[in-house]
């Protein structure tokens, strides 16, 4: 039995999460998006925040800055941040506890099912490059792009980005920013 890559979700196990928790969500206008010091806000259920805004987990020390063109906030029933953006698909993201590089690369090498008939499967092994493990997955006509970054204490976060498979290249692009602004310090 594999670890819990939070409390509430496990990677492989999100089965059939609803992606349209975003589309009730209370926006939060730039302003009010980040702290006066500029560290990060903690995200609230059903609040969606804008491109630029760093956005921590509740009771998590694993914090980033939501890339270019996309917006989203922490689903209203689990502990996984959605982003959306019209143009590009979607964004899954996971706070890891209690888990090595090897659970993770074992959760990786998973099929990840994200609703009934969305089920994205691995293409290739889970490769590691400096201080984090990518993998890939296809669905159809869609791919899906992963990265995994461990941080101190075996606290962690995955990015899983699915959408159309011509925006491959955007998707691996916005995954290397999003790693860069990943903090583990508290917010």
């Not at 630029?52 to 509740?58: E, S």
């Not at 490059?129 to 995955?158: F, M, N």
């Amino acid at each position: 039995m594999s670890k819990a890559i939070s409390t509430a979700v496990r990677i492989g196990a999100l089965r059939y999460f609803p992606l349209c928790f975003l589309l009730g969500a209370t926006s939060v206008h730039p302003s009010f998006a980040s702290s006066v010091d500029g560290s990060a806000i903690v995200a609230e259920a059903g609040k969606s925040y804008p491109a630029g805004t760093r956005i921590a987990f509740p009771a998590s020390a694993v914090s980033f800055v939501i890339p270019t063109g996309w917006s989203g906030g922490l689903a209203e029933d689990a502990e996984v941040i959605v982003l959306g953006s019209e143009r590009l698909g979607f964004a899954m993201i996971f706070r890891t506890v209690n888990m090595t590089e090897q659970d993770l690369v074992a959760e990786l090498s998973e099929a990840q099912a994200i609703a009934h008939e969305l089920i994205f499967e691995p293409v290739g092994p889970v490769r590691k490059t400096g201080d984090y493990l990518t993998a890939s997955y296809q669905a159809g006509s869609l791919i899906g792009r992963a990265l995994a970054l461990l941080g101190p204490g075996q606290q962690g976060v995955v990015y899983f980005f699915g959408g159309p498979s011509d925006e491959a290249v955007v998707f691996e692009h916005t995954l290397a920013d999003i790693a860069a602004s990943t903090s583990f310090d508290r917010p």
